[in-house]
């Protein structure tokens, strides 16, 4: 009774890490209509920046909110100088690709530049608050306060993103440039500055995510951690179950994933997690490629 | 043509460079596989490393358990691959843009991992890829990386030249047609879907082919020999050639065979920090790659055939 | 307020769209930009809203340079375009595809006193307000089309071939309110389009564009009585 109480809170609590990145995706091609694989980059560039915080102000929770305004900003600037340039000169057979690409080169620059500078060193960021699991008549929860923590932020961020989408200008804003931008140009709204604030939202959650991972899983981070890969690769197919269109799917996909894995995880083998994920990838992109909240299903760009 | 003048270099020179000519018989082939993906069809694979792995793979298992001659262990290297390809192909012809990239990447990351799942792949080691000494008919001093060269490099040359002409039939006029617009392509009677998961095999079947090129070169094959950097890579490599034409091949090869040579050196001179040692080839190849892609996203030769077209259309006014 | 365009050339690579284009149009007038398939009417307008940079020449309104500035500054400037046939956003719905005109002014009852203006002129608009712009006829994304560049409360209005695609009953109305429009809201409007003779009804001048020259220009009923203008572009 209790393995199913645990494999279900296990799969909750990665599942909303999950769900971060995948908001972080879906912000930004909801803003952009660029998948930004360098997020990965950029979390594991800001979860370094909080670590280093974390050292100078002995507070997780600064920390925290440091690496999420900086990692807006961080993104933020990767838009401004790199995507900018690339959108206005984008001609060319590999047109539909190119940003992608480009993101990717980033990844690697990134990576690059941490494994460079902080290579050696060793970075470990421990849980704030008690990651031992609640005592329920004896037994222990696989969750804990910080894991309540991780769940209620990502509730928290979604329920305020969609809100923000959907009722206010701004939301209005990020959508029609995304949709449509050059008739959003006509309309009067400043594109180009819509697209960096969707990308510094997106860069927030994906250093929100990095953050509250990294103590979750063993706590230590490095550059070449499989673990920020798997996080990207996990995102991703969280936010496609959920349909790349949605800020709420990117929960349900979240979440969704995560219990799955979880199931995996403890009633079948650890080591099959990556291929669960993989197929179960495949299946919903075969059955049904719009996501679960996704409306049409011809809308594959 | 190029036979000749490889043949005549690989005579000359020394052990390092012979090596580094395999490799870079191994990137042209390659990186062949992902021009003709993306650039004739239209197609992002963020994962080919996963590939050449499977490539790898199937060839020294083949070698190990069956014990069959080289040449045929390639081509079990490429069956195996084209085989995989036809699977992904066949579900990646319904996706387009970021899906296929990420599935792709996905494959990338996690393909590698999985060898450490199953023992008769060698776990973390990996396999020992033994390919055999050159047959005494060549003489007794021709060394074994001669002999890995002369065949990378013949099985680069055919494979580019077959692929030349498939890229001139109507196949590849096919798979371009369905990369400029796929709606049109279909109404011209081109079942896009089956084009671009042949597009994938055959692909996939080449990239094998690296890969088994790759396990002959160092010798073995493990998860570290196929990170995710390496399908970066090529597609770094891709690009720069100019994703959309064969001949530029080439130019993307040599740079991903001289890259971590420039950065040993670099790191050499900065005091040979284990940091900066690992890591700077791939932050080599990723600016290199961003720069491209911003800059000049045709490669190199599309950009001066351009060039000569404007000047061209100017000296008419 | 009179929008001055002056030998203006526009190259699209090494074509030249537009060779030495001069026009005027005085304020509260109604233009009728005419012109074959490539004339370069398009590029005209895109070039006067920002979409498209001009090589040589120049363009003003309200003695305000138009040319080499983005289009979102311009429409704040009270210049609003709509562009030939998508300028509606599909999945937005009607009344978040008319909201997105007015965003930039931030007076959220400014914009709803305009929004009710433009449901007066187009009815069918309030009704639909939240469905999908998708779920529109053609005659509809149309209206909306000009329904949010009015929400932007221009003074120099921008059509690109309205008729297109449509019904002749359609394009009738939408004719008719379109100068009912430049009338009551005293818009300075250039209207390009391949109709001509529908355009040249409703307009007080027009210009007659022919691979990228001006062919003829003059009032309206000069052009309509022009025989060459008739035998080429009116059909009689």
Not at chain 2, 77 to 93: E, I, S
Not at chain 2, 161 to 184: C, K
Not at chain 3, 13 to 35: F, N
């Amino acid at each position: 009774m209790f393995t199913l109480i645990n494999t279900i809170l296990i799969g909750l609590t990665s599942g909303s890490v999950y769900a971060l990145m995948a908001i972080a995706l879906v912000l930004v091609w909801r803003s952009t209509r660029v998948v930004n694989f360098a997020q990965a980059g950029q979390a594991l560039l800001s979860t370094y920046i909080g670590f280093e915080c974390i050292g100078r102000f002995h507070s997780f929770w600064v920390a925290l909110i440091v690496a999420m305004i900086l990692g807006a900003a961080v993104s933020a600037l990767i838009e401004v100088i790199f995507m900018r340039t690339l959108f206005k000169r984008n001609t060319g057979p590999i047109a539909g690709v190119a940003p992608i690409i480009a993101t990717l080169g980033l990844l690697g620059i990134i990576r690059g530049g941490i494994g460079i500078f902080m290579g050696g060193k060793e970075a470990i960021i421990r849980p704030p608050l008690s990651n031992v699991g609640f005592t329920v008549a004896g037994h222990t929860l696989a969750f804990s306060p910080f894991k309540l923590v991780i769940v209620s932020a990502v509730l928290v961020m979604m329920i305020g993103l969609s809100v923000v989408f959907t009722k206010t200008n701004i939301g209005l804003a990020l959508r029609a440039s995304a949709y449509a931008p050059e008739i959003a140009r006509l309309a009067g709204v400043k594109v180009d500055a819509i697209r960096t604030l969707g990308w510094s939202i997106a860069g927030a959650a994906g250093a929100a995510a990095g953050m509250l991972q990294t103590p979750n899983g063993t706590g230590a981070l490095s550059p070449d951690s499989l673990e920020f890969s798997l996080l990207l690769v996990f995102g991703f197919i969280a936010a496609v179950i959920g349909g790349l269109e949605s800020l709420i799917g990117a929960v349900i996909g979240g979440l969704l994933l995560g219990l799955v894995l979880a199931v995996v995880l403890m009633y079948v083998n650890a080591t099959l997690l990556f291929v669960t994920a993989f197929v179960l990838l495949i299946v919903v992109l075969l059955v049904r490629p719009q996501g679960i909240m996704g409306k049409k299903a011809g809308r594959r760009a | 043509m190029i036979g000749i003048v490889l043949f005549l270099v690989g005579n000359r020179v020394d052990e390092l460079r012979v090596y580094e000519g395999a490799t870079l018989a191994m990137y042209v082939v390659a990186i062949a596989s992902i021009i003709l993906l993306t650039g004739y069809s239209g197609q992002v694979s963020l994962g080919h490393g996963a590939l050449l792995a499977i490539g790898g793979y199937s060839a020294v298992l083949a070698r190990n358990y069956w014990s069959l001659p080289i040449w045929l262990c390639f081509a079990v290297a490429v069956l195996t691959a084209a085989a995989a390809g036809a699977v992904l192909g066949t579900a990646a012809a319904r996706l387009s843009g970021p899906y296929l990239a990420g599935t792709t990447l996905a494959l990338a990351v996690g393909l590698p991992s999985i060898a450490n799942q199953f023992s008769f792949l060698g776990g973390e080691q990996g396999l020992l890829f033994d390919v055999g000494v050159p047959p005494n008919s060549l003489g007794a001093d021709f060394s074994p990386y001669k002999w890995y060269f002369w065949i990378a490099a013949s099985a680069a040359l055919v494979m580019v030249w077959w692929l030349q002409n498939i890229l001139r039939s109507r196949y590849g006029r096919t798979w371009r047609a369905v990369r400029g617009d796929e709606i049109a392509a279909q109404l011209a009677g081109i079942h896009a879907g089956k084009s671009k998961a042949l597009a994938f095999t055959v692909s996939s079947g080449v990239a094998g082919l690296a890969g088994a090129l790759l396990a002959m070169t160092i010798g073995t094959v493990s998860p570290s020999a196929f990170p995710l950097t390496l399908s970066f890579s090529l597609l770094t490599g891709a690009v720069l050639s100019g994703v959309t034409t064969l001949p530029g091949v080439m130019i993307g090869a040599v740079t991903l065979v001289a890259t971590p040579e420039i950065a040993g050196a670099i790191s050499h001179r900065l005091g040979n920090s284990g940091g900066v040692t690992t890591n700077l080839p791939g932050l080599l190849v990723s600016a290199l790659l961003i720069l491209v892609v911003m800059l000049i996203p045709n490669g190199p030769v599309e950009q001066l055939r351009s060039v000569r077209v404007r000047r061209n259309a100017n000296i008419h006014r | 307020m009179t929008l001055i365009v002056n030998d203006l050339c526009v190259d699209h690579g090494a074509i030249r769209a537009l060779d030495g284009v001069s026009m005027q149009v005085e304020r509260g007038q109604l233009a009728a930009v005419i012109g074959a398939n490539g004339a370069g009417k398009t590029t005209l307008l895109r070039t006067l809203s920002g979409l498209k940079s001009a090589t040589s020449g120049s363009a003003t309104w309200k003695d305000q340079n138009l040319l080499h500035s983005k289009p979102e500054k311009l429409v704040r400037f009270g210049v609003s375009h709509v562009s030939e046939g998508k300028s509606v956003i599909p999945e937005l719905s009607v009344e978040e595809n008319l909201n997105l005109g007015a965003l930039w002014r931030r007076n959220a009852k400014e914009s709803a006193e305009t929004r009710v203006k433009i449901f007066e002129t187009f009815p069918r608009l309030q009704e639909r307000s939240a469905q999908l712009a998708d779920t529109l006829s053609g005659g509809e994304r149309q209206m909306l089309a000009i329904g949010r560049a009015l929400m932007s409360k221009p003074d120099l209005l921008l059509l690109d071939e309205p008729s297109l695609g449509l019904a002749p009953l359609v394009i009738a109305q939408i004719f008719t309110s379109i100068r009912e429009l430049t009338t009551q809201m005293g818009l300075t409007v250039v209207l390009v389009e391949q109709n001509a003779m529908s355009a040249l009804e409703i307009a007080d001048i027009g210009i007659v564009l022919n691979l990228g020259r001006v062919a003829a220009k003059g009032s309206a009923q000069s052009l309509i009585d022009n025989p060459q203008v008739r035998a080429a572009y009116l059909g009689y």
